[in-house]
């Protein structure tokens, strides 16, 4: 049977098509399109329908986000299914409606507009569309932070690194770095001189581990490809005092839409541990939580069943004793989400941020900026590896400062193509929180020393970005900071994953770099 949440997501799986194709609304028919010989009442219709399809289940994305080439080639072609469309002319969109993972009635039946309606959203989107998209602008010099950071690389070497997660782990003594890798689908172990000390296989390729008082919980992808399989798991780790890893197969639980982290909280305060998942799965997914029932046995509750759930925080917002959960969704309705407990593992949603289906929504913290007790945001998009493949204006790190009942704004902006993660912390000692971020995206030709910048936070959020010498020697998927040689400085771990998409060829060869480096913090208080 389908269940209410998919009957809604399958409506709203339709009007995502629309949103995407709405990227217009804002913009002045007469000055764009003229050349292009689409008559203005087309385009109007368009600009109608496309409204009509999308506003209601996300922000309508204005056509000058992405080129002309990437709406009529790239993004309408696989939105057209959502409507029921599956050929157009002589071209065949492609689809998932043979997939026997997805609902029976994902797609409609019967087309919801006709083929005429159809082609005045094209015409609205193509036509207002701009051939190219403007180049990032930054009116900050990047400096050489050479004396800020230092680069370690390990002697351990892959063929091909594909390290999809890394930790630097400061419960055990001495404080050592964790590592998974896709291809050998293992977790490995480092000591703080990054030799390689222990490995443990895992079920698929490990995404996420979250430190417990016995070990860790892996976060197992499944297949880490789109899919709309569940083949997703979490199990657990224990280890000994000296640091050995051995798998608990005592506890653990499957099924799960390509999870990406898990973490654990008493939601229904019974006095059990349960976990919440981020299942981000692709056309279908959702943000679940594991209710432990006691004697290895869990049952999955969803709180919002939609797909591109990417990162999560549990905390106590309302101080009612009761764990509450800020959300982030990188998938159709991209956005921040505040979702109350209310008791018996209920939950009330509102949406604090809310962003266009196309910015590829990467990573976001809660973290203080203005020192005012409230948690501010810092939020990445950078995700370009789906159906427009261009290097994005608004591609970045955004801070929004939060007004202290939960409504946010945003105060500052620095473009990054292709930005995957941001860390905010104070990195310099100076009482002020710094970022450090990496992209998967970069514009690898005209800008390479974006792969990774590091951000310090002069004061008022006026923050002087660095490059680091080094770190062109990976492809960085991943990013984590803490403590490594216990000198009291906030290092970084990077993780290179050396194969993937970029529209931008570049003369890095990251299959012959490390699995992943350390920035050692230099940085004099």
Not at 71 to 95: D, E, H
Not at 121 to 133: M, S, V
Not at 164 to 186: E, G, S, W
Request: glycine share 8%; proline share 6%; aromatic share 12%.
């Amino acid at each position: 049977m389908i269940s209410l949440y998919q009957d809604i997501f399958k409506i709203r799986c339709f009007l995502w098509v629309l949103t995407f194709l709405v990227m217009l609304s804002c913009t002045d028919f007469k000055k764009n399109h003229a050349h292009k010989n689409t008559p203005d009442a087309d385009i109007a219709r368009g600009k109608v329908l496309a409204g009509t399809y999308c506003k209601s289940c996300h922000l309508l994305p204005d056509p000058s986000l992405l080129n002309s080439n990437s709406w009529a080639n790239g993004v309408l072609p696989q939105m057209g299914p959502r409507l029921g469309i599956f050929y157009y002319g002589n071209k065949t969109y492609p689809s998932s409606k043979n997939d026997p993972a997805l609902p029976k009635n994902f797609y409609p039946e019967k087309p919801l507009i006709s083929t005429q309606e159809w082609q005045y959203i094209i015409d609205y989107y193509t036509a207002l569309a701009p051939d190219t998209l403007t180049q990032q602008k930054s009116n900050a010099v990047v400096k050489d932070g050479a004396q800020l950071f230092t680069v370690a690389m390990p002697e351990y070497r892959r063929y091909i690194p594909t390290t999809t997660f890394v930790q630097i782990d400061t419960v055990f003594n001495p404080h050592r770095i964790m590592m998974a890798d896709m291809a050998t689908k293992k977790v490995y172990s480092f000591n703080n001189q990054l030799q390689l000390t222990d490995s443990i296989p895992a079920l698929s390729p490990v995404v996420d581990l979250e430190r417990n008082e016995k070990g860790f919980i892996t976060c197992n992808i499944g297949i880490m490809n789109p899919n709309n399989g569940k083949f997703g798991s979490a199990a657990f780790i224990v280890t000994d005092v000296k640091g050995k890893l051995k798998t608990d197969t005592s506890i653990s639980f499957s099924n799960l839409a390509r999870p990406v982290q898990v973490t654990t909280a008493d939601f229904n305060n019974d006095g059990h541990k349960d976990y919440l998942v981020c299942e981000y799965g692709n056309l279908v997914g959702a943000l679940s939580w594991m209710e432990n029932k006691g004697g290895g046995k869990f049952e999955r509750h969803v709180i919002r069943e939609v797909p591109g759930a990417i990162k999560a925080y549990v905390r106590d917002v309302n101080q009612d004793g009761l764990p509450d959960i800020w959300a982030l969704f990188a998938q159709g309705d991209e956005g921040v989400f505040l979702f109350t407990n209310k008791g018996k593992g209920k939950f009330d949603q509102e949406q604090v941020l809310r962003f266009p289906p196309i910015y590829g929504s990467s990573y976001f913290e809660m973290a203080d900026f203005n020192k005012d007790g409230k948690p501010d945001i810092v939020y990445t998009c950078g995700d370009n590896a789906d159906y427009s493949i261009v290097l994005k204006p608004y591609h970045g790190i955004y801070i929004f400062l939060n007004d202290g009942t939960n409504h946010f704004k945003q105060t500052w902006f620095y473009p990054m193509h292709g930005c995957f993660k941001a860390i905010a912390r104070d990195f310099d000692g100076d009482g002020n929180l710094d970022i450090a971020a990496i992209s998967f995206f970069a514009d690898y030709v005209k800008q390479p020393e974006e792969t990774f910048i590091y951000l310090a936070n002069k004061g008022n959020l006026d923050f002087q970005p660095y490059k680091i010498p080094g770190t062109s020697a990976g492809r960085w998927l991943t990013m984590d900071a803490g403590d490594l040689d216990g000198d009291g400085k906030t290092d970084l771990v990077l993780g290179n994953f050396s194969i993937a998409p970029t529209s931008i060829r570049s003369a890095a060869n990251w299959k012959e770099g490390p699995p992943f480096v350390v920035l050692k913090n230099t940085i004099k208080k």
